[in-house]
């Protein structure tokens, strides 16, 4: 289990991907919101009021949300905040789609705005699951609907000619830039953040190669030390061995000068005691 303390690399690294997350999401969700209240008021399309009140709580979950990362002190904890409150989203996501029809137009592509950053920041496992999710969501929706367990709340009436229609080409039109942008505005932001993270590990591979450098010229610069200081000490060594060896050889002489010294006075005190006569005293 991941248990990444405050500080580490990849702690810092995801808690900022999931502030920018939350910047995008609170700017995407009242973009929505402003289309959905132009759609209704200027195009008078018959949007639901549910719509608009279901996005207003959806943005403010979005500071409760911030509050919650803010106070995570692990990378762990991190992620199941974040898993969490993209379960949530994706539940907004299905009422929302629920209530513009979306069962009959595809609106599960919007699941994609969800789930493209979601799996930029969690791990694998995490973000295939929480694609699973969003599947059984829209399934059950479709489901619900089919078999009548809740009405489907159509905004336009699938005839021939609605290509024609102003308030029906209108929608389209400004749901899919808003749809297209925020997805190239994820792709772009998330490949900003790759590239600089990508130049951090630059920067810090080419600081950690000149640190190494630097490194190699110390040690070799300390194995010349080590090898001049080593010879030295050997040339003493044969120095003083020397020196040792000569005063060895002097006492040598010395000892065998004395010896043969004392020998020799042994042996001319024997001879003068045998030269010597000796005499009676006479009373």
């Known amino acids: ?34 289309l959905a209240i132009i759609a209704k008021v200027f195009l008078k399309i018959p949007i639901s009021p549910v719509v608009i009140f279901l996005m207003l709580i959806w943005f ?33 996501l299905t009422f929302i789609i629920h209530f513009l029809g979306g069962a009959e137009w595809l609106g599960a592509i919007f699941y994609i705005l969800v789930l493209v950053t979601a799996g930029v920041i969690l791990p694998k496992a995490r973000a295939i699951k929480l694609g699973i999710i969003a599947w059984f969501f829209y399934t059950c929706l479709i489901l619900f609907e ?44 998330f490949s900003d953040t790759l590239k600089a ?46 020196e040792l060896q000569e005063k060895i050889k002097e006492l040598e002489k010395f000892q065998k000068l004395v010896v043969g010294r004392e020998l020799k006075m042994i042996e001319l005190k024997k001879k003068l005691g045998k030269k010597v006569p000796k005499t009676k005293l006479k009373l």
């Open 1 to 34: 289990m991941e248990n990444k303390q405050t500080g580490s690399l990849e702690f810092e690294e995801t808690f900022s991907k999931m502030k920018l997350d939350i910047r995008f999401t609170r700017t995407m969700i009242s973009t929505f919101l402003i």
């Open 60 to 92: 403010c979950c979005y500071f409760i949300y911030q509050g919650l990362i803010e106070k995570s002190k692990t990378s762990h904890g991190l992620y199941n905040i974040y898993f969490r409150y993209n379960i949530n989203d994706l539940l907004f």
């Open 146 to 189: 089919y078999l009548g367990i809740i009405r489907h709340r159509p905004l336009f009436s699938l005839e021939p000619g609605l290509y024609q229609s102003l308030s029906y080409l209108g929608i389209q039109i400004l749901i899919f830039i808003a749809f297209f942008y925020f997805v190239a505005e994820t792709a772009g932001t």
């Open 197 to 242: 993270r990508t130049g951090q590990l630059e920067k810090a591979f080419q600081a950690e190669e000149e640190a190494k450098e630097v490194l190699e010229i110390r040690v070799r610069a300390r194995t010349r030390e080590l090898e001049q200081l080593s010879q030295s000490l050997e040339e003493k060594v044969d120095k003083r061995t020397k």
